[in-house]
């Protein structure tokens, strides 16, 4: 009781100063650290959640939840989907894609209070998965915001009328140079932390699409890189860098491990310079890489691959060649841990796209095994997983 006394002590302490600082400092991690924390934090200062879930001893193979299925009966089925495979790990929504926390955080800021709802009871939840020895990780959906976009404009990007930019589907992002974004988003993930979560995920760490087309035409703050030395792509790819590293320093105190969701092609060209994306720089700065790099989203022709929905185990290979080259570069890399495609991609039209099964699947697996990889994910975003999959290694190569 007392060590957990002086934890909770130390972490109000820590984010009372964090706070002050934040205020005064200038931002600037492309080139050095933002707070004074040191690389290997004291245990005895470090945030215990009292929720005990080890990382699984044959690394992470898990999949994506939504807080629906994670609060309501689906929930049952997909643990029988772990229990019965070498799965052991579920990626559950935090905050999801609108903006939205799908249960409770406890937080004293006023817009997450008001964004969240009760989908998920997560004292449940954790006990659930305490039991079922499922490691638990928080997806926390960051510049892809549409309700904070409309509670907050300032913080957005707005047009000439004043009013919030949507893009094709209706969606709003959020703004990588406001600082107050980053406080957003970093609060989400510490409240997280506390309800038991042992991995932070940040998903759309980026700018919209196509922005530097837009870039010129919309009316946003850029904060301390207004000034910068920078051209416009460098002061993009240097905001999304620095906010996470800027969140992975801010959780070091809750001895959390920070992920990135990434696209894959950023690993196969040097910068994706609309978005704000350099693979090398965000995967320096986490502890765990999760690269998009399912079949269907590369175009027809890329790696030399004809048409990549119909040849799974070679597109997922062909990346990894590639990924593991930039990341074997770096002198602290992360911890790969792919996302693979578990749907079907009937959008390409025919002829482009095949019907994923239990092969498609063990292709992707077996591909990932085959170039030294051993964590994924699955992705469907309806949650209706393939059935009798065989997830272990089977040694080809």
Known sequence: MIGSAIALLFSTLFIASEAS???????????????SVPEEFPEQFKYDSGVDIAYPESGVKGIYVSGYSAGGARMDDLTGLISNTALNAMVID??????????DLDSDNETIQSLSYDYVDPEKLMTHMEQEEIYPIARVVVFKDSQLAEARPELSFTDQNGNV?????????????????????????????????????????????????????????????????????????????????????ALEPYDVDVSVDIFGYAATLPEAPGIGQNF??????????????????????????????????????????????????LEDAPVSRPWLQ???????????????GV????????????????????????????RGVDYADDGAQ
């Open 21 to 35: 600082a934040a205020e005064t400092s200038v931002l600037d991690l492309h080139e050095g650290p933002l707070l």
């Open 94 to 103: 935090v905050k999801e894609d609108e903006g939205y926390m799908m249960m």
């Open 165 to 249: 930019w949507k893009n094709g589907r209706g969606e709003s992002f959020v703004n990588p140079f406001s600082k107050e974004v980053w406080d957003y988003n970093v609060e989400v993930a510490k409240q997280a932390v506390k309800l038991g979560f042992k991995e932070i995920q940040f998903d759309y760490v980026r700018f919209p699409e196509g922005f530097e087309h837009r870039a010129d035409t919309l009316e946003y703050t850029m904060g301390e890189y207004e000034n910068a030395d920078m051209n416009a792509v460098d002061k993009r790819v240097a905001a999304v860098t620095d906010f996470v590293a800027y969140a992975r320093q």
């Open 280 to 329: 090398s720089k965000i995967a320096s700065n986490v502890d765990v890489i999760s690269s998009m790099i399912y079949p269907s989203h590369w175009g027809n022709g890329y790696f030399e691959i004809p048409k990549p929905d119909l040849e799974p185990y070679e597109t997922i290979s062909e990346y990894m060649k590639v990924e593991n080259e930039v990341l074997g570069q």
């Open 342 to 356: 578990d749907f079907t991609a009937s959008y390409l039209g025919a002829g482009n796209y095949k019907q994923y």
């Open 359 to 386: 092969e498609e699947i063990e292709a992707q697996v077996q591909a990932l095994y085959d170039n030294g990889v051993q964590e994924f994910l699955l992705w469907d975003a309806s949650n209706r997983y393939t």
